[in-house]
């Protein structure tokens, strides 16, 4: 309780620094955020994140695996207290640096990003259609929906037309 009393506090003072450094500049807010996003779109146009490739990915790798580890934690004990989440926290770590260090990339994963979101949205179906009981028909179910919005989002319908065309006569 004492600890988030001070994490709460913390984040009120670098909440109210931030804001007060805005009030030292010359200028408006609006010129302040807009300079702001100038500098960030400079950082990705002139490639300038490729010198901090790695320890961007060491940092989602290890969030990802974090996170990954913490909820097997949840199935794999019966209490989940600090000494468990201490392990998965340095599995998470470990993971991702044994990741990084051989080389592996999350511009490794942008070829397989379509294949991901098909997964999510099968995912989404599937919970959506929980109301059907036969995981059979379920799974039918979501794989025709699915296959439907995907053949809607590539433009496969786009030459369908519901009225036909007439035809000229010269």
Known sequence: MKIRKIGARLLV?????????????AGTLGDSLSEGMISINNFFESNQYEAYASIIDFMFF??????????GARYGFKQLSKPEKTIAFLLGVLTAFLLVSSGFSIG??????????????????????????????RFVATALILLLIIALLSGYFEDLTVIPEEEVIE
Do not use: D, M, Q, R
């Open 13 to 25: 003072y670098i909440g109210a620094l931030a804001a007060f450094s805005i009030l030292s500049y």
């Open 62 to 71: 290890t969030l990802l695996f974090v996170s990954v580890y913490l909820i």
């Open 108 to 137: 490794n994963l942008i070829p397989y990003v379509n294949w991901i979101l098909y997964f999510l949205l099968f995912l989404i179906i599937w919970f959506v259609l929980k109301g059907i009981h036969s995981k059979f028909w």
